[in-house]
């Protein structure tokens, strides 16, 4: 546990003596770190919203909107899947499955691999 004050000492790690394989892990590790940091920071903003808003008497739909299907064709779904290899390239899990998550299913990895 860390004292109120002091800062996590974190290890040091030499990257030159790194093999590619362990680095491009290393990077996959690092990306999904930063991913599930960067929803847990939006959630913490949202609920900390949420508060103020009903503090102040308004619902959050009041003020920013519905997030419910409006008359369009449809809502575009936030991506819950992602290509390691181009970060780019997501899948909201709805619809066909993309080829590149395909190709890596039959390769014999498993879904919860890519997840965001």
Known sequence: MIKKGTKARMATV?????SLKDLLALQDDLEHAIANAQLREKQ?????????AQERGFSMNELVGSKGRG??????SAAKYANPDNRAETWTGRGRKPN?????????AKIDDFTI
């Open 14 to 18: 030499n990257l030159n003596k790194m």
């Open 44 to 52: 913490e903003v949202l609920s900390q919203m949420e508060a103020l």
């Open 71 to 76: 008359k369009g064709k449809g809502s575009v």
């Open 100 to 108: 590149w998550l395909v190709e890596k299913l039959k390769k014999g």
